[in-house]
């Protein structure tokens, strides 16, 4: 016999299910439409040297590879046999898009993108091989602007979905860069450190420490030191301008003190926060990063941060870009977990009796079709078990029931 379950790490939806998830991302998609932003699509299927292109940092040891048809395969040298792969995120794909379509766009674009990505990850709770992400991203603003535009639309989605009480954490990968810099590490150490440093939360001050210890001895109590101060100092940008002097580029400062007066003073349902250990993995950003955590669930719900370098390593001209990225099967998850059911359309259920001929049919279905116009009607034969029926029926949101007999409806129940 074939297989009758998915292929390992992909999931059925079934109705009830996919309900949610559709209400999930309808509220999500009206949030985003309402900051300006316009949805996009690009291709599940991207060149290889794209997405092995050293942007996607882990990731590209995940791409599901597609292997070269016919005389292409023949010709192959070893170790070239696939020329195409599934998209592992939107990011990468987005600035191919733009460098594409960048003299049909606004000088300031402002994409959104709802669509699935596929890693070839071990499967485990709440990690599948197929899964959706919804991003948003402002190309070609090279202000803070961006940012603050990208953290309120993303809270306010998350306000509508539910979630009352948000923690956002920003911070900058130039600070960090400073940080690292004065404290004596070297460039090529640079990547390690921000690896151990990502790890505070899971790890804790003592386990951060041992790794920087195994990167540079003499540099990593200090390095630490100095971190702890700045978590725990009343005014941590002063203390960083203090500490940090001429590493830390003064515009650092003031565009995250911006973006956290505009953002508190406009959110309602959370906080905004300076975290001088958030790092975030991706290799390609180059300023401001931020996470979103919500009560409930130990891992962020949504990040993103500026990249303005990635665009121009395929257009040959830098472009600001800043994005931001919900986890929508997290929040899926959580709301599963919560109990939530999405609002039902209300709908209306038409039997038919089993021996019924083609004019009975035509009556029911022209009569039906106006019906359909303003409401959902759904036609089925009546079932020997009636009663279980009509349970099934009124579970599926039908909240009114009818027989169609001669050519009139007639209410059941």
């Known amino acids: ?72 395969l023949k010709e192959s040298e070893q170790g070239e046999l696939c020329d195409l792969g599934l998209r592992y995120d939107l990011t990468v794909p987005l600035a191919r898009f733009y460098a594409n379509n960048a003299g049909q766009l606004p000088a300031v674009f402002k994409a959104m993108q709802l669509d699935s990505v596929w890693r070839a990850d071990r499967p485990q709770r709440g990690r599948f091989r197929q899964f959706v992400q919804c ?48 404290a004596g590490f070297s460039e090529q150490q640079t990547p390690a450190v921000f690896i ?21 001895p003499d540099k990593a109590e200090p390095f630490i030191n100095l971190i702890c101060r700045i978590t725990a100092a009343e005014d941590p940008f002063a203390l960083c301008a203090e500490e940090l002097g001429d590493y830390l580029p003064a515009e650092v400062r003031k565009n995250l003190e911006e973006i956290l007066y505009v953002t508190n003073n406009c959110i ?5 926060s300076f975290d001088v250990t958030l790092v975030r993995g991706m290799g390609y950003y180059t300023g401001t990063i931020y996470e979103i955590s919500v009560e409930g669930l130990t891992s962020s719900v949504a990040g993103g941060g500026r990249y303005d370098k990635m665009i121009g390593r395929i257009m040959g001209t830098d472009v600001p870009a800043c994005g931001f990225s919900i986890g929508f099967e997290r929040i899926v998850l959580l709301l599963q977990e919560r109990g939530f059911v999405p609002p039902a359309k209300r709908g209306m259920a038409v039997l038919v009796d089993k021996n019924m001929d083609k004019k009975q049919l035509l009556d029911v279905e022209q009569a039906c079709r106006h019906l359909r116009e303003r409401r959902k009607v759904t036609v089925l034969r009546k079932a020997k078990n009636f009663g ?26």
């Open 1 to 72: 016999m074939l297989p009758k379950t998915p292929a390992k790490g992909m999931r059925d939806f079934l109705p009830a299910e996919f309900a949610l998830r559709q209400y999930v991302l309808s509220t999500i998609q009206s949030t985003y439409e309402s900051y300006g932003f316009s949805r996009i699509e690009t291709p599940a299927v991207e060149n290889i040297a794209l997405l092995t292109s050293k942007q996607g940092g882990d990731n590209e040891k995940l791409i599901f590879k597609i292997l070269k048809r016919g005389e292409k």
């Open 135 to 182: 991003d948003i991203d402002v190309i070609g603003e090279a202000t803070n602007l961006a940012e603050t535009e990208l953290i309120l639309a993303t809270t306010t989605a998350l306000d509508k979905l539910g979630f009352s009480d948000v923690n956002v954490r920003i911070s900058d990968r130039r600070l960090l860069n400073a940080l690292a810099r004065c």
């Open 196 to 216: 151990a440093l990502d790890k505070m939360d899971k790890i804790g001050v003592v386990g951060v420490m041992q790794e920087l210890e195994a990167v540079a």
């Open 268 to 272: 309602t349902n959370g906080k905004v």
């Open 388 to 413: 279980y029926q009509l349970k099934q029926l009124a579970e599926s949101g039908c909240d009114e029931i009818y027989e169609f007999r001669n050519g009139k409806f007639e209410k059941l129940g």
